[in-house]
């Protein structure tokens, strides 16, 4: 019997996991933490794809994994803050020295609490997960597993269709189904229901509504810096003032591509033929 495909990627992550673990233990290393954040997020959607196709909605032990995540995801947001700063400083040849500052400091914080987690982290909880999943596939059919993966991305692409007609309310939310989709096709074999160019321009969708959150996350966090730490007569008030609106028009114009890109990508896969299964006849059996 062939292995479970989803297993096989399971546990190709949890090493990329473990890996990453024992390099960060001790030293703060960027690509590190980028490379455990990813496998954290890859995994997290393989167990969404498992549920799913397990029908099974038992609670799983993947809490303290959850809890490692949002401390490198506060370290990565200031991270990605101080350098996409640093390129709007450059692009307006302006200095923001106050606010800089601040997210140097606010990263310093962050590391400390980054080097807690993961001398806290305890790998054994997924280990004992994996062994779990291998108890409940074993005897699994490998292509009745594909089959419902199928059903699985039809439905979430439905979904996905669905929020796009208001596309500016929920650009989070499209954002996280657009990971979902990627990780789960990034799986199975390929062309799986969805053609190679399809699947890089669902990557290129992506991109664009990456920098799209980096950019709002900066704005968040200079606004707030200047409404509670700036007195409104200094002249970096107005300096931060002038731009938030600059990222904000940022903003809009990279949401509006990214939109544009994701409905024409909803709009191409209706008519691609996946292996041996169409789109269009998967959502006529679901």
């Known amino acids: 019997m062939p292995a479970i495909f989803i297993l096989l990627h399971w546990k190709r992550q949890q090493r990329v996991l473990l890996r990453n673990l024992a390099k960060l233990k001790g030293l703060q290393e960027v690509k590190a933490i980028h490379d455990?954040?990813?496998?954290?997020?890859?995994?997290?959607?393989?167990?969404?794809?498992?549920?799913i196709l397990l029908n099974d909605g038992k609670e799983t032990d993947f809490e303290k994994t959850e809890q490692l995540f949002s401390v490198l995801g506060k370290h990565r947001d200031i991270e990605m803050g101080l350098l996409l700063l640093q390129s709007l400083e450059k692009e307006n040849k302006m200095t923001y020295a106050?606010?800089?500052?601040?997210?140097?400091?606010?990263?310093?914080?962050?590391?400390i609490w980054v080097q807690n987690a993961l001398n806290k982290y305890d790998e054994k909880g997924?280990?004992?997960?994996?062994?779990?999943?291998q108890q409940y596939l074993k005897e699994k059919n490998n292509q009745?597993?594909?089959?419902?993966?199928?059903?699985?991305l039809?439905?979430?692409?439905?979904?996905?269709?669905?929020?796009?007609?208001?596309?500016?309310?929920?650009?989070h939310e499209i954002r996280k189904m657009l990971k979902n989709v990627f990780y789960w096709i990034s799986i199975c074999p390929k062309d799986f229901l969805i053609g190679a160019v399809q699947v890089s321009k669902l990557k290129?969708?992506?991109?664009?509504?990456?920098?799209?959150?980096?950019?709002?996350?900066?704005?968040?966090?200079?606004?707030?810096?200047?409404?509670?730490?700036?007195p409104d007569s200094r002249e970096e008030y107005l300096l931060l003032k002038e731009l938030e609106k600059s990222i904000k028009s940022k903003m809009g114009a990279k949401l509006q591509k990214a939109e544009k890109e994701i409905k024409a990508f909803i709009s191409n896969i209706a008519?691609?033929?996946g292996s041996g299964t169409s789109f269009a006849e998967l959502h006529q059996k679901n």
């Open 36 to 51: 455990l954040r990813v496998a954290i997020k890859k995994l997290r959607s393989y167990l969404k794809l498992l549920t």
């Open 154 to 171: 039809t439905k979430e692409l439905k979904k996905l269709k669905r929020l796009t007609r208001h596309f500016e309310a929920h650009p």
């Open 98 to 111: 106050a606010f800089r500052m601040q997210l140097k400091v606010a990263l310093q914080t962050t590391e």
């Open 144 to 152: 009745a597993l594909l089959d419902k993966t199928g059903i699985a």
């Open 271 to 273: 008519t691609l033929p």
């Open 126 to 133: 997924l280990a004992d997960l994996t062994t779990e999943l």
């Open 204 to 230: 290129k969708s992506l991109n664009h509504l990456g920098d799209w959150q980096d950019h709002e996350m900066l704005y968040r966090k200079i606004k707030h810096f200047r409404k509670d730490f700036i």
